[in-house]
């Protein structure tokens, strides 16, 4: 049997970046035949030519500059910045995103609603209301605070439940925090009267590779490892005692140390020597399943075919939100056409046994929203699943994720990425943390 200081389950991005900043003395194991998990990119061929389809959209955003210069320095074409172009579909209309600060163009009482429930949610002693005095308990609660019941009534509680599939009574209140622009009085009335000055958000402005999708930062991160990964090889079991993992080509290795990065709920399935209340704690974490068409068309398009994405809070389209890889990137698709990614949450389960109907659907929502004009030629519609999407944030969450992660960690497993550490993180995300888990697990002399 092999031994190994440090054994790595799954090369995305947490754990490729953990085998780049340990540089020495590990095992990176990942069961796809690729690197990167869905920040990968696939070539799709069609008689117009070739398609690149990635994971659904994967923009980029950095606050480290740390991990922004190993970025730039690792991608062969480096990084273009765009400009972003997402609006919400509603009413009929599509208006800027974010939502709360773009109201303009939708029917009178919307913009109503929103600018009063603001006002009365920011100022509510001039509305004889009492000021809350406690701290919100759920992420409704939180969010009709900070936007009143206009604004949550007409887009934050119908898209976030549409996404979550559950109601948002069971999220807990600091959920998608960071993600969430927060926008002055100012602007909301500006935006309510078309006059917003900036776009707002986190996601303002994003980057993408130059050349190669998404896929072309997997990619990088694995060129550079000097230790390649063992591809198309999955860990089968893990004995937490022994400290020994076997795999699907029939090897054994074993650790003293170990970073997941695969589901974490996949992960305690695998795992021998689990105490039965650390499996109910597991049992308790729960996500989302994103379901998922590639589209690629060819055609003249329709006024809307050029959005980067636009988000559906109405239950009358069967999808939360469709992006286009071609509008951001034009080489995504051939001369001539344009590529989407339409993705899917809880509410289809009774269409997924029917995919064909479930694909006529989508279709014809597509042109209802003017995202494909009548006359487009649809090339391909690849559906495509991403078994666990969202983590659900509800009152269970936090004290059943601390107690499996405590637990692993008294056994030497650190577990870290938006699947294995369980949260809600980006590409970023998983970067910095997968340099995290190096520092922890080879901790640097001082
Ligand atoms: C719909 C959606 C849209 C997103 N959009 C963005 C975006 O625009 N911008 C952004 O920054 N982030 C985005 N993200 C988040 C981003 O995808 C994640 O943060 C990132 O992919 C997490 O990487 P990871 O390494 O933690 O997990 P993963 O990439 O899932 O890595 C885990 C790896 O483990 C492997 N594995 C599983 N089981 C085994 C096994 N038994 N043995 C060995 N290997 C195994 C898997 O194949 C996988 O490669 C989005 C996520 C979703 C779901």
């Not at 078309?194 to 958000?201: R, W």
């Not at 993992?245 to 290795?253: E, H, K």
């Not at 006024?303 to 890889?325: K, L, Q």
Request: with cysteine.
């Amino acid at each position: 049997m092999d031994q190994h200081s440090t054994v790595i389950l799954g090369a995305g991005l947490t754990g490729l970046s953990c085998a780049l900043h340990l540089g020495r003395d590990y095992l990176l194991v990942e069961k796809q035949n690729e690197p990167g998990g869905i920040v990968r990119t696939r070539v799709r061929d069609t008689d117009a030519g070739p398609f690149h389809c990635d994971g659904t959209g994967h923009w980029l955003h950095f606050r480290d500059a740390t991990i922004r210069a190993l970025v730039e320095r690792l991608l062969p074409g480096g990084l273009v910045e765009y400009e972003r172009r997402a609006v919400i579909h509603l009413s009929g209309v599509f208006t800027p995103y974010p939502f709360q600060a773009n109201t303009y163009g939708l029917p009178r009482e919307t913009v109503l609603d929103c600018l009063l429930g603001l006002l009365r949610a920011r100022h509510p002693e001039d509305f004889g209301l009492p000021r809350p005095d406690a701290p919100p308990r759920t992420f409704r609660e939180s969010v009709e605070r900070l936007f009143g019941e206009g604004i949550c009534q007409h887009f934050m509680v119908p898209y976030n439940e549409k996404l979550l599939g559950v109601s948002l009574d069971e999220i807990a209140p600091e959920y998608a925090e960071r993600f969430i622009p927060k926008p002055s009085l100012e602007a909301v009335v500006r935006g309510a009267l078309g006059l917003s000055p900036e776009a707002l958000g986190y996601n303002a402005k994003f980057l993408y590779p130059r050349t190669g999708g998404i896929g072309a930062l997997s990619k990088a991160f694995a060129a550079a490892l000097h230790i390649a990964p063992r591809l198309g090889v999955a860990a089968s079991a893990i004995d937490l005692r022994e400290k020994t993992v076997s795999f699907t080509d029939g090897t054994r290795a074993r650790y003293e140390r170990m970073l997941n990065t695969m589901p974490l709920v996949d992960f305690l399935r695998l795992a021998t020597g689990v105490p039965d209340d650390i499996r109910a704690a597991a049992a308790r974490l729960r996500a989302t399943t994103v379901h998922y068409f590639d589209i690629g068309v060819r055609g003249p398009g329709a006024e809307a075919s050029d959005h980067h994405w636009t988000y559906f809070p109405e239950p009358g389209f069967i999808f939360y939100r469709v992006g286009s890889y071609s509008a951001v990137h034009r080489d995504a698709a051939p001369a001539g056409c344009r590529s989407y990614y339409v993705e899917m949450s809880g509410g289809i389960r009774e269409l997924l046994d029917r995919p064909d109907q479930l694909r006529d659907r989508v279709l014809a929502d597509l042109r209802r929203a003017h995202v494909l004009a009548e006359e487009d030629e649809i090339l391909f519609t690849d559906l495509r699943t991403i078994p666990h999407a969202y983590v659900i944030f509800d009152a269970h969450y936090e004290a059943a994720r601390r107690t499996v992660v405590d637990f692993l960690a008294a056994h030497d497993v650190i577990t870290h990425g938006r699947w294995g550490g369980w949260n809600y993180g980006g590409m970023e995300d998983a970067m910095i943390e997968g340099r995290a888990a190096a520092e922890e697990l080879h901790p640097r002399q001082p």
